[in-house]
């Protein structure tokens, strides 16, 4: 496949007010990792449990160490909840996350929870017997337009090679892992990721956000303040918007959990720039966690960490991060997709970058 391009490429600097990292994405928070894993086999009509495939799993991981032991602070909102995820309440109760987040389709939300399980219990053969369980946390979106979702083609493999691959570098976007057969406003969607750099004043902290997209009829797209989606529509239009959408959230800011989630809501009005209404049958779900503080499981002895003295001056900065790094993370899972034929040969095409940037410039 050829290279396809990111949302910058359509000429909107100007809208947005903050810098973003080196890699315009969420690895620019220091320790973060992103691994993907793509399930993409078989062609023509639907064998419902056998293929095609068009699915997968991406995980996300706060740091390089052993998350059960070194827990983040975390928060979870809940935009729209028709969904299926996976761990939410443990985290809404406790504050933290020790596994990875899971990202995939909606029917191997368990069957990735499991590997999830089986991943930590290998590095910590102790849970359940002398310490506590574990809490796996996975999202998801339904692909199954594309994809045979029956089959719950994910499997353990999958996810321990999405593990053991995943990086500090570029995220790979569009059609891969938990993106491959999810659509945005019509057209192909998948994975996208940005990033944000805070003004020394309100701190200096990065933030990135990481999507999976696979939501929006085709009118509503918004690229740019442009009512794009009006003037320009895929040749195949979906079913009526009935979607989804989860957004992860990393900081290098030391908040706990409550700040966090001030974050989280904040990250529907980054889905809203993009034209989005939240549909009456989406699952729209946000995770934050931040990177700069750890929870350690069973300290023998007292830790120092830090703390966020002035939360007005920090989240000055990090409110607008959101904002701008959630929509241009949509904008990048639109861009960077190419077109995929799935079941039944339903198509999700490739949103046509060169005709919106010429048009977007007035040409």
Not at 32 to 37: E, F, K, M
Not at 270 to 278: K, N, Q
Request: proline share 6%; hydrophobic share 40%.
């Amino acid at each position: 496949m050829s290279a396809r391009p990111r949302a910058r490429i359509l000429g909107l600097d100007y809208l947005w007010q903050l810098p973003p990292g080196p890699l315009n994405a969420i690895t620019d928070v220091a320790g973060v990792r992103v691994g993907h894993a793509t399930v993409w086999f078989g062609e023509g009509v639907l064998r419902a449990g056998q293929g095609p495939a068009r699915t997968g799993v991406t995980v996300i991981l706060p740091h390089a160490g052993n998350l059960f032991t070194e827990k983040v602070p975390a928060a979870v909102h809940t935009i729209n909840g028709y969904g299926k995820a996976c761990g939410f309440e443990q985290v809404r109760e406790l504050g933290e996350i020790e596994t990875p987040i899971a990202l995939t389709n909606t029917l191997n939300v368990w069957r990735v929870a499991d590997a999830l399980v089986d991943h930590a219990l290998r590095t910590n053969p102790a849970i359940g017997i002398t310490t506590g369980t574990v809490n796996p946390v996975v999202g998801e979106c339904n692909d199954g337009d594309l994809n045979d979702i029956q089959g719950r083609h994910v499997a353990a493999a999958h996810v321990q090679h999405a593990l053991e691959t995943a990086s500090s570098g570029v995220v790979a976007e569009g059609a891969v892992g938990a993106g491959t057969g999810t659509s945005c406003y019509g057209w192909k969607g998948g994975i996208g990721s940005a990033s944000r750099v805070t003004p020394a004043a309100n701190g200096g902290f990065t933030l990135g956000a990481l999507v999976q997209t696979n939501f929006g009829r085709p009118e509503e797209l918004r690229i740019g303040g442009a009512w794009v989606g009006q003037r320009l529509r895929p040749p195949a239009p979906p079913p009526s918007e009935r979607g989804s959408v989860m957004v992860v959230l990393a900081t290098d800011a030391p908040l706990e959990a409550r700040q966090l989630h001030r974050l989280c809501v904040r990250a529907g009005a980054g889905l809203a720039r993009t034209g989005a209404t939240i549909g009456h049958g989406s699952g729209d779900f946000v995770i934050a966690f931040a990177t700069t503080r750890r929870n350690q499981r069973d300290a023998s002895s007292l830790v120092t960490t830090q703390v966020v003295t002035d939360e007005a001056a920090v989240m000055a900065g990090l409110f607008p991060a959101v904002v701008e790094a959630v929509e241009e993370a949509v904008l990048n899972s639109l861009c960077a997709a190419e077109t995929v034929v799935g079941r039944d040969g339903h198509v999700r095409y490739a949103l046509p970058v060169a005709a919106i940037t010429s048009w977007l410039a007035g040409d």
